[in-house]
């Protein structure tokens, strides 16, 4: 069984940046793909970006050019780097392996998420 642990998260004006980790427990990333979701208020949880087991990287539309996922599977940790941040942005932030090749969650188990919330 996996546990996720996801920190990072905080308060932030908009225009600024943050960086959020995911460490795992319980099984290795190596060889997985892994991706970072979130949950905005009130809204279905989505995807956001994809860090595959051979480095290649994928990200929605709507944060493609501001954030950057990367992975250190020494330390068994992904980590997603957010910049030029949006009030739009706001949202508890997951992650999750993925299915190979696709944006969908590989893993029953969700961590307890790190709340981000920009402020306009």
């Known amino acids: 069984q996996v546990r996720l642990v996801e920190s990072g998260g905080g308060l932030v004006q908009a225009g600024g940046s943050l960086g959020l980790s995911c460490a795992a427990s319980g099984r290795t990333f190596s060889g997985y793909d892994m991706g970072w979701f979130r949950q905005p208020p009130g809204k279905v949880r989505e995807f956001v970006a994809a860090?595959?087991?051979?480095?290649?990287?994928n990200y929605a539309d709507s944060v493609k050019g501001r954030f950057t996922i990367s992975r250190d599977d020494a330390k068994n940790t992904v980590y997603l780097q957010m910049n030029s941040l949006k009030p739009e942005d706001t949202a508890v932030y997951y992650c999750?392996?993925?299915?190979?090749?696709?944006?969908?969650?590989?893993?029953?188990?969700w961590g307890q998420g790190t709340q981000v919330t920009v402020s306009s």
């Open positions: 860090v595959r087991y051979n480095d290649n990287t």
């Open positions: 999750n392996g993925l299915q190979l090749g696709l944006r969908v969650a590989l893993w029953r188990d």
